[in-house]
């Protein structure tokens, strides 16, 4: 993948237009990916190197038909089943995958559906991930919501029938602090009953503080476990320390979370063994820490701002609802989501045989919900979107169509006493 995707922003200066180039063409001044920087905490945890020597091990090409047959055959999926259920083996068994699958589902979550909406509170963002459109190089209007911004952005989306919701930044400290985010928690735990966190990395105590704050969940995006690879896409700033990511959710545990989400960003890399590595890397954090709630994400690469040309590396339809039907057999219990990168139709499909959980009423920009819905069309209070969604449908629209399906749309399971 070559890492000179966007235009040069005329609003660099030269002198950062320098560096820029120099990060993607000059392996040797960019900083070691598994080198901890000052600040950052440090667990002991051997989850980390069984994921990585796992998928070390993993060579989807030895696994036949019989394999599958087998492991499809099994009451209970092994991690060599699941193995096999990602290999190319696994291709034309995808009908019978998706009922077992099916099966499970219903075993565990009966014919319900979760729903939730994110709310993007800033953009600013101090790394220079290639694929992404809130990099620090884009040139894309920046914005950080005021805590009555955010409280006018939540009021809306409340008014709408939403009892969930997941609050983004992008990744900058000097922009968005904890402190600035635990004030987000507060006002969000005014309106909605869950509270999740899609943010930068933190240590334990500032995920402790942030839960004390009104915060339920957090989700990371590992983006992808193949280091290599990782070294590539992430030229700067602190996400480019892959084992402090990595880690990032046994931290939040640590801090007291009840919940942590798991995600590749399918397209990056091999998915197959990107897949592999996420699953097991929820499924030996449950293990250590059964009362945690746990669930699965399956983003694909969408296009951004100055850069359309981003697509997902042989991640079809087909292969999508093949890793989330191995998900569902390998992890019966876990919440899976699939977001509004995905079309109408295959998210309307795919909750009638694995996942659980779906947002609705999204918009990935900053400042979007009130003018959506209020008809202010002001430019200068919005922020650019991180990426391009397939699903708009508001969640009054999803709630209907979910019930039309048979099936039960759940706002909130759960409360505090």
């Known amino acids: 993948m070559d890492n ?21 063409t000059d392996p040797s001044c960019r900083k070691d990916p598994m080198a901890y920087l000052p600040g950052m905490e440090k667990i002991e945890s051997n989850i980390k190197d069984r994921v990585l020597s796992a998928v070390a091990e993993y060579d989807p090409s030895i696994y036949t038909a019989k394999d599958v047959r087998a492991a499809l ?37 009966g014919n319900t559906v979760y729903l939730f909406t994110p709310l993007y509170i800033a953009n600013y963002c ?13 040139d894309i209007r920046r914005l950080k919501l005021s805590a009555e911004q955010i409280e006018a952005e939540m009021k809306v989306i409340a008014a709408s029938g939403m009892e969930e919701i997941l609050l983004l930044t992008g990744e900058s400290r000097g922009k968005s602090g904890v402190e600035y985010i635990g004030e987000a928690c507060k006002l969000a735990r005014k309106y909605f009953r869950s509270v999740g966190l899609e943010i930068y990395p933190l240590n334990s105590d ?12 957090v989700t990371v995006f590992q983006e992808t476990y193949d280091i290599e690879k990782y070294e590539t896409l992430h030229l700067a ?36 063994k990107d897949a592999l590595a996420t699953a097991l890397h929820a499924s030996l954090l449950q293990k250590k820490y059964p009362a945690a709630e746990i669930s699965l994400s399956c983003p694909r690469l969408r296009p951004i701002i100055n850069n359309e040309s981003i697509r997902p590396l042989d991640v079809g339809e087909r292969e999508l609802c093949r890793i989330l039907c ?30 659980t959980k779906v947002s609705a009423g999204v918009s990935t920009g900053i400042g979007d919900h009130e003018s959506k819905y209020e008809g202010k069309e002001n430019e200068n209070e919005k922020g650019d979107e991180q990426f391009e969604i397939s699903d708009s449908r508001s969640l009054k629209t999803m709630y209907e169509e979910i019930e039309k399906e048979g099936l039960q749309p759940v706002l909130n399971d759960y409360l505090y006493v």
């Open 4 to 24: 000179r995707f966007f235009i040069d922003s005329e609003k660099l200066s030269p002198a950062a237009l320098k560096k820029k180039h120099r990060l993607e």
């Open 206 to 217: 500032e995920y402790r503080y942030l839960h004390e704050c009104g915060a339920d969940y």
């Open 73 to 109: 055959e099994h009451r209970r999926c092994t991690t060599e089943d699941f193995k096999a259920l990602l290999s190319p083996a696994a291709a034309p068994f995808l009908e019978e995958m998706a009922a077992k699958a099916k099966l499970e589902t219903e075993k565990h979550f």
């Open 326 to 355: 191995a998900y569902r057999l390998f992890l019966p219990f876990a919440q899976i989501t699939v977001s509004s990168r995905e079309s109408a139709a295959f998210r309307d499909g795919i909750i009638k045989i694995a996942a």
């Open 237 to 272: 700033g602190h996400k480019r320390v892959w084992p402090y990511r990595f880690d990032a959710q046994e931290r939040a545990l640590k801090g007291g979370m009840r919940g942590v989400a798991f995600s590749a960003l399918f397209g990056l890399s091999d998915f197959r």
């Open 126 to 138: 101090e790394n220079y991930c290639v694929y992404c459109g809130f990099n620090c190089y884009n």
